[in-house]
T-cell receptor, first 113, second 112 residues
């Protein structure tokens, strides 16, 4: 297993377009998290899945954002009608419920022009 | 709402010297994490501190936790250039699905 995988690594999109990111967690990890990190800041929590159930969403996650984790495996994060303020690094992390460790992916850097 | 503050935000260090980064959190937290991030890269886990008085060391880095003071420190001994990076602390509560609340980070620059 090679860790948490995120695709694409970079995405440049025009304002108003929709974008989708994918996260493949470590296979035995049942918890999956999405975070957003803007330049010079720490990551901010967006949403959390335990298996396929989305159990918590941050107030940061406006109605333009949606996340899914079908069958409790990979997850997708979609942003509709992108705005310049959505430009950030989107990080995915996974963890097993039995321990306290988190493994972060390399992130998807989104630039909205 | 759990809030995490780090200081300093930027630290210019001389090689060979010792320094400490401080991490304060606002409400009871049962776990404290330290991460390292290199420019344009993701987060690398350094330490997980689970109880009051916990101390962990790896190479030139040592982290400690004082839950009564709601304070964690990351101590750097005899800094070397390879330690240049941004360091984040993060706290979590079991009642909040274990999500992490991060500090704003401390950018460390080690110079000769």
């Amino acid at each position: 297993d090679t860790g948490v995988s995120q695709n694409p690594r970079h995405k440049i999109t025009k304002r108003g377009q929709n974008v989708t990111f994918r996260c493949d967690p470590i296979s035995e990890h049942n918890r999956l998290y999405w975070y957003r990190q803007t330049l010079g800041q720490g990551p901010e929590f967006l949403t959390y899945f335990q298996n396929e159930a989305q159990l918590e969403k941050s107030r940061l996650l406006s109605d333009r954002f949606s996340a899914e984790r079908p069958k409790g495996s990979f997850s997708t994060l979609e942003i509709q009608r992108t705005e310049q303020g959505d430009s950030a690094m989107y990080l995915c992390a996974s963890s097993p419920s039995s321990t306290y460790g988190y493994t972060f992916g390399s992130g998807t850097r989104l630039t909205v022009v | 709402e759990l809030k995490v503050e780090q200081n300093p935000l930027f630290l210019s260090m001389q090689e060979g010297k010792n320094y400490t980064i401080y991490c304060n959190y606002s409400t009871t937290s049962d776990r404290l994490y330290w991460y390292r991030q290199d420019p344009g890269k993701s987060l690398e886990s350094l330490f997980v501190l689970l109880s009051n008085g916990a101390v962990k060391q790896e190479g030139r880095l040592m982290a400690s936790l004082d839950t009564k003071a709601r304070l964690s420190t990351l101590h750097i001994t005899a800094a070397v250039h390879d330690l240049s990076a941004t360091y984040f602390c993060a706290a979590s509560n079991t009642g909040t699905a274990s999500k992490l609340t991060f500090g704003t980070g401390t950018r460390l620059q080690v110079t000769l």
